[in-house]
C-alpha cells in the first residue's frame, strides 16, 4: 500500500522519501491512537472478540473435507487465537503499513508460518507437547506486561507529535485519556456488563465523539498541515554540545570556498537510527574535539517534516531515507565522503581525518 502511494506521489510531480509519513500528522495522530490502543488491550481494559455467529459459521466452513477445509481451519485457528494475537499483532502491522509493498509481504508470510508452525511442528512429533508450558495464569500477567513496550511506544510517537504541533499537543493527550475513558466503559459495562448494555455502548460513542470533536478537530486541528519555521543560528543540544547549524546547499559551499571540512548529518526525531548514530557516533567528546581541532563546519538537516530539498538531496546521494552523514573534504572538488547508516566513533573520526588533509 505504501509503495502504491510513493509510486503515485512520484507520478504527480512530487519527490516522495521514506519515512515520509512521519512528517503527517494525520498519521502520527492515527499511528499514536492504534498504539494506544493496543496497550489497553493488553492491559485488559477490554478484549478483541468476534460474535457467535461468526465463530459458527468458521465452524462450518472448518468442517468440510479436502483443501478448502484445511483453509478454513487455518481461518478458525486464526480467529480463535485473536484474543492473544491481535494486540501483538495490531501493532506489526502498524509498522509493517509504514514499509514498503515487500516489507509488508514478509511480515503478513512471517506471520501465517509463525501461526502454522506450532501445528506442523506437533504433527509431525506429539511426544513434543509435553515439553510446551501448562496454561495457567502467568499467560495473563505476560499479556498485561507486554502492554509496557506498547505504552512506551505511544509515548515516543507523542514525543515525535509534540514537534509537529507544539505545545497544542497536550490536546492529543487529553483526547488519548478520552479514549482511554471510552475504551474502559466499554471493556466494563458493555463487554463484562449485564445490565443496560445498550446504554452503556451509547455512553461511549458520546466520549469519543466528544473527544475527537473538542480535542483533535476543534482545539489541537490535527489535520491542519504543518508549516515548519526557518531555523536561524546554532541547533547545540547542550553547552558542551556540537555546535550545529542549519544545513542548507549554500552553507556548504559557503564553508568549503573557506577551506574547511563538513559535516552534514541528515536526521529526523521519529528515525532511531539517526538518534542511535547521535548518541553512539557524533555527540560523542571525541568527535567534538576532532570538529574545533580540524575547524569543521557542522550542519544538520532536519528531515522530521521531510522537506521536499532535503528529500532531493537523499535522492542524489542514493539514500530513499534517514540517516545519511557525509563528510566534504577542504578540496571543494572533491566528492563527499558517504557514510554507513550505523556509524561507529571510528568510523566517523577516520572520516573527519581524511577531511582534514
Not at 466452513?61 to 481451519?73: I, K
Not at 509498522?95 to 506442523?120: D, H, K, N, R, S
Request: charged share 15%; with cysteine; net charge positive.
Amino acid at each position: 500500500v505504501l509503495a502504491a502511494i510513493v509510486i503515485g506521489i512520484k507520478a504527480a510531480g512530487h519527490l516522495a522519501g521514506w519515512g515520509m509519513q512521519f512528517g503527517s500528522p494525520v498519521f502520527l495522530v492515527c499511528l499514536t491512537t492504534l498504539i494506544t490502543l493496543v496497550a489497553l488491550n493488553l492491559f485488559g481494559v477490554f478484549e478483541v472478540t468476534l460474535g457467535g455467529r461468526a465463530l459458527d459459521t468458521a465452524g462450518q466452513l472448518a468442517g468440510r473435507h479436502g483443501a478448502s477445509g484445511a483453509f478454513f481451519n487455518g481461518v478458525l485457528a486464526t480467529v480463535l487465537a485473536t484474543p492473544c494475537t491481535a494486540p501483538i499483532l495490531g501493532s506489526a502491522l502498524g509498522f509493517a503499513f509504514t514499509q514498503g509493498a515487500v516489507v509488508i509481504l514478509l511480515i503478513f508470510l512471517t506471520v501465517g508460518l509463525g501461526l502454522a508452525a506450532p501445528y506442523v511442528l506437533l504433527c509431525w512429533n506429539p511426544n513434543w507437547l509435553k515439553f510446551l508450558p501448562k496454561p495457567g495464569a502467568w499467560m495473563e500477567k505476560f499479556k498485561m506486561a507486554m502492554g509496557f513496550p506498547m505504552l512506551a511506544t505511544a509515548i515516543w510517537l507523542f514525543n515525535i507529535a509534540a514537534s509537529t504541533y507544539g505545545k497544542n499537543v497536550l490536546w492529543l493527550g487529553l483526547f488519548l485519556i478520552g479514549l482511554a475513558f471510552a475504551a474502559w466503559l466499554f471493556g466494563e459495562f458493555v463487554q463484562r456488563g449485564r445490565r443496560h448494555r445498550g446504554i452503556a455502548l451509547a455512553v461511549v460513542l458520546v466520549v469519543l465523539a466528544g473527544s475527537y470533536a473538542y480535542a483533535l478537530e476543534d482545539k489541537l486541528q490535527w489535520r491542519a498541515p504543518y508549516v515548519p519555521a526557518g531555523a536561524n543560528g546554532s541547533l547545540k543540544e547542550s553547552a558542551d554540545g556540537i555546535n550545529w547549524l542549519p544545513w542548507s546547499t549554500e552553507a556548504v559551499a559557503e564553508a568549503r570556498a573557506a577551506g574547511k571540512p563538513v559535516l552534514v548529518d541528515f536526521t529526523a526525531d521519529w528515525c532511531l537510527t539517526c538518534q542511535v548514530n547521535k548518541n553512539t557516533s557524533l555527540e560523542i567528546p571525541s568527535v567534538r574535539d576532532k570538529l574545533k581541532a580540524i575547524g569543521a563546519v557542522a550542519l544538520i538537516g532536519d528531515y522530521t517534516h521531510t522537506p521536499a530539498s532535503i528529500t532531493a538531496e537523499l535522492i542524489r546521494y542514493g539514500r530513499a531515507g534517514v540517516p545519511l552523514v557525509l563528510v566534504f573534504t577542504k578540496d571543494p572538488n572533491k566528492p563527499p565522503i558517504v557514510l554507513p547508516e550505523l556509524l561507529t566513533p571510528d568510523i566517523v573520526l577516520n572520516a573527519l581525518n581524511q577531511a582534514a588533509r
